[in-house]
T-cell receptor, first 116, second 110 residues
Framework: DTAVSQTPKYLVTQMGNDKSIKCEQN?????MYWYKQDSKKFLKIMFS???????INETVPNRFSPKSPDKAHLNLHINSLELGDSAVYFC???????????????FGPGTRLTVT | QKEVEQDPGPLSVPEGAIVSLNCTYS??????FMWYRQYSRKGPELLMY????GNKEDGRFTAQVDKSSKYISLFIRDSQPSDSATYLC??????????FGAGTQVVVTP
């Protein structure tokens, strides 16, 4: 059983298009995250939701809009895609925040986005 | 200056050697320290998590934190080819925000 799953795994699209990435976790976790990993492997947090409430909203262009329909799902919609958006996007989930003694963060397999 | 500095490597060691990885950070407000392992084309997986200065051991892995120097380390004893991966340090705050290092690529040769 996959703990954190993402669809699609690969996404190739042209500049200016709008696309969505979906994430689902079956771990019963309260908190979900979106990260971006660039070509140099640098991993940076974009957003996090706790019980469907936006907790972390980093300095990300407003073309990126997360949406959490329920605790188990966190989607990422990207408008007007640009070349610089090409990266691997990871979804993650955790039970509680990092300060919790039960904290452990599980990552999905990633969505490799290529904008041409 | 990045909040977390980590040498990207690659670091190549022979099988059985001790792998030593480290990161420095600049913001003392972050108080939770983690090491993740990432295999090629996979998501990171949490290896070690600690929130106090000192050592924490788990099997062949030892995480070390020195808050006064803002320095964290990961040691892998008796390294195996299966340990070949990218290792990322991360520091976190109470809200779950993690700052990651650039990751160090480790290659363990048989």
């Amino acid at each position: 059983d996959t703990a954190v799953s993402q669809t699609p795994k690969y996404l190739v699209t042209q500049m200016g298009n709008d696309k969505s990435i979906k994430c689902e976790q079956n771990l019963g976790h309260d908190t979900m995250y979106w990260y971006k990993q660039d070509s140099k492997k640098f991993l940076k947090i974009m957003f996090s939701y706790n019980n469907k409430e936006l907790i972390i909203n980093e300095t990300v262009p407003n073309r990126f809009s997360p949406k959490s329909p329920d605790k188990a799902h966190l989607n990422l919609h990207i408008n007007s895609l640009e070349l610089g958006d090409s990266a691997v996007y990871f979804c993650a989930s955790s039970q509680g925040m990092v300060a919790s003694p039960t904290y452990e963060q599980y990552f999905g397999p990633g969505t490799r986005l290529t904008v041409t | 200056q990045k909040e977390v500095e980590q040498d990207p490597g690659p670091l190549s060691v022979p099988e059985g050697a001790i792998v030593s990885l480290n990161c420095t950070y600049s913001n003392s407000a972050f108080q939770y320290f983690m090491w993740y392992r990432q295999y090629s084309r996979k998501g990171p997986e949490l290896l070690m998590y600690t929130y106090s200065s000192g050592n924490k051991e788990d099997g062949r892995f030892t995480a070390q934190v020195d808050k006064s120097s803002k320095y964290i380390s990961l040691f892998i004893r008796d390294s195996q080819p299966s340990d070949s991966a990218t290792y990322l340090c991360a520091i976190g705050d109470s809200w779950g925000k993690l700052q990651f290092g650039a990751g160090t690529q480790v290659v363990v040769t048989p």
